[in-house]
């Protein structure tokens, strides 16, 4: 299997625990994203990776959130403290970019689905 | 800022009927790109077009078409006779500058047979 892989599928912890996720992109893809949706709402950027440096990080991630990519290869999101309100999908996804203004479709994983109890 | 508005939450149709999902999109560059995504079911977002904002040719694959008009700020999409297999949420987005996907909250579509 070539595509987005993400585990674990789901996970279901009490609040206060810390959570770790794990994205591994498509092999070749320089850029690695996550995303969070909750119930009925689109995907709502958290950060992104061009290869092990993290560009971007959304104002929803707060400090409890920590995303890294060590070698440019998989990269992980962990939450410390789980609050309820963090209960959603978290989706990773991977693009390919070459630089300049063209720019490719970024390829989803399946996601990892949180409960916080 | 930008923003993508897809209005219709929710749509449902008979088999073989046509539908045509709306996105309305908002943002002061020039330079963008818009996607659409389908959400199955089974949850995994799977990419169906990309168009850059200096192509504003429409494009058919299959039953499939997209309509981009930059004056409207729109980028529609139309499915042809809808099947069953077509139920799923579909996602508008917008990229600006390389970056982010920016996504409308989704338009669910059931198709009954």
């Known amino acids: 299997d070539t595509g987005v892989s993400q585990d674990p599928r789901h996970k279901i912890t009490k609040r206060g625990q810390n959570v770790t996720f794990r994205c591994d992109p498509i092999s070749e893809h320089n850029r690695l994203y996550w995303y969070r949706q909750t119930l009925g709402q689109g995907p709502e950027f958290l950060t992104y990776?061009?290869?092990?440096?993290?560009?971007?990080k959304s104002r929803l991630l707060s400090d409890r959130f920590s995303a890294e990519r060590p070698k440019g290869s998989f990269s992980t999101l962990e939450i410390q403290r789980t609050e309820q309100g963090d209960s959603a999908m978290y989706l990773c996804a991977s693009s390919l970019e070459r630089g300049g203004f063209s720019y490719n479709e970024q390829f989803f994983g399946p996601g990892t689905r949180l409960t916080v109890l | 800022a930008q923003k993508v508005t897809q209005a219709q939450t929710e749509i449902s149709v008979v088999e073989k009927e046509d539908v045509t999902l709306d996105c309305v999109y908002e943002?002061?560059?020039?330079?963008?790109?818009l996607f659409w995504y389908k959400q199955p079911p089974s949850g995994e977002l799977v990419f169906l077009i990309r168009r850059n904002s200096f192509d504003e040719q429409n494009e058919i694959s299959g039953r499939y078409s997209w309509n981009f008009q930059k004056s409207t700020s729109s980028f529609n999409f139309t499915i042809t006779a809808s099947q069953v297999v077509d139920s799923a949420v579909y996602f508008c987005a917008l990229v600006i500058r390389a970056q982010k996907l920016v996504f409308g909250q989704g338009t669910r579509l059931t198709i009954n047979p």
């Open positions: 943002t002061r560059d020039t330079t963008y790109y």
């Open positions: 990776f061009q290869n092990e440096a993290q560009l971007e």
